[in-house]
């Protein structure tokens, strides 16, 4: 394996520096789906650093278990409910879990979403929907059904104007600004959870929820070997020109949800070099199309 594109160790995760104090989220809840590994695993881990009760979810119980027991042995109280966030009745019952178990929620961290590299007309339409079910609709199943329960517990009332939000979602996303040749699917379903995001957070900002989205570019980690070699020049097509680092997504999402992002709503943070400013990314490799030659 490049090691250029490994993720931190566990144990890396929970000594790097990061400015947050370590009770910043003591007697808080926060579930972050899809936090086996990469970006999630590292959103995690920084949260229970600081004290927070960790939720997670996934379709795979035996890495989930590795999650807890990692967690676990550093201090952080964490448990997690094996299931999908494309099935919104799985999504339900883990909500009423986390109700029962913790008494609410206080910050939820949507990020398990997949992609995978591909030319549109070879797209099938189970790929197609795999991705979109998941990056969109799992999103929509999760804010759903916490928004659910959130104005429940409000009995339904929105609350005093000039009242403080203590409810926090944060979206993991992508750049959405420019089209990506070889991942339609996945832009097509991060532009419409953007969207999602802005929309809910205006409609819930009576409740004291708050939600945004983190634009990421190119992170390092495993997930990168599954691109073509010919997509690796453009890695770190970016103004500081390297890859980014999962502990810089996590320390966002931080941001996002402590009291350091109480003003910050229905915004789109990128974390990508900038990415969005400058660059490009070709997911398969640039073709020969946009190839210019310069003098």
């Known amino acids: ?14 000594t790097l520096p990061t400015v947050f104090r370590d009770d910043l989220f003591d007697e808080k809840t926060v579930l ?54 494309r099935d919104p009745e799985q999504v339900s019952t883990l ?35 795999a991705v979109v079910e998941t990056n969109l609709y799992g999103t929509w199943y999760m804010m759903q059904e916490a928004g659910r329960r959130w104005i429940a517990d409000d009995g339904g009332e929105s609350r005093p104007l000039g009242t403080v939000p203590d409810r926090s979602v944060v979206n993991m996303s992508t750049l959405t600004g420019r089209g990506s040749v070889g991942i339609p699917h996945t832009n097509a379903a991060r532009a419409g959870q953007i969207q999602l995001t802005k929309s809910l957070a205006l409609e819930w900002a009576p409740h004291g929820i708050r939600a945004n989205a983190i634009s990421i ?12 070699p010919e997509a690796v020049p453009s890695f770190d097509h ?58």
């Open 32 to 85: 972050v789906s899809g936090a086996a590994g990469g970006i999630g695993f590292a959103t995690a881990a920084l949260f229970g650093r600081l004290g927070a009760t960790v939720v997670t979810c996934g379709r795979d119980a035996e890495k989930l278990a590795d999650v807890e027991a990692k967690l676990g042995s550093v201090g952080v109280e964490c448990w997690s409910m094996q299931m999908t966030i």
């Open 217 to 228: 570019g190119v992170v390092s980690s495993e997930g990168l070997l599954n691109y073509p």
């Open 95 to 129: 909500m009423d879990a986390v109700w029962e178990r913790q008494g609410g929620l206080d910050v939820l961290v949507n990020n398990a979403g997949g992609q995978f590299a591909s030319s549109a007309l070879d797209i099938s339409p189970k790929g197609w929907a």
């Open 238 to 295: 970016n103004p500081q020109r390297r890859l980014g680092d999962v502990h810089d997504i996590a320390q966002a999402a931080v941001y996002l949800s402590a009291p350091s992002g109480e003003f910050i709503t229905g915004s789109v943070v990128e974390v990508a070099g900038g990415g969005g400013i400058w660059g490009e990314y070709w997911a398969m490799g640039k073709p020969d199309w946009y190839l210019i030659e310069e003098g």
């Open 1 to 14: 394996m490049d090691d250029a594109y490994k993720s931190h160790t566990f144990e890396q995760l929970i």
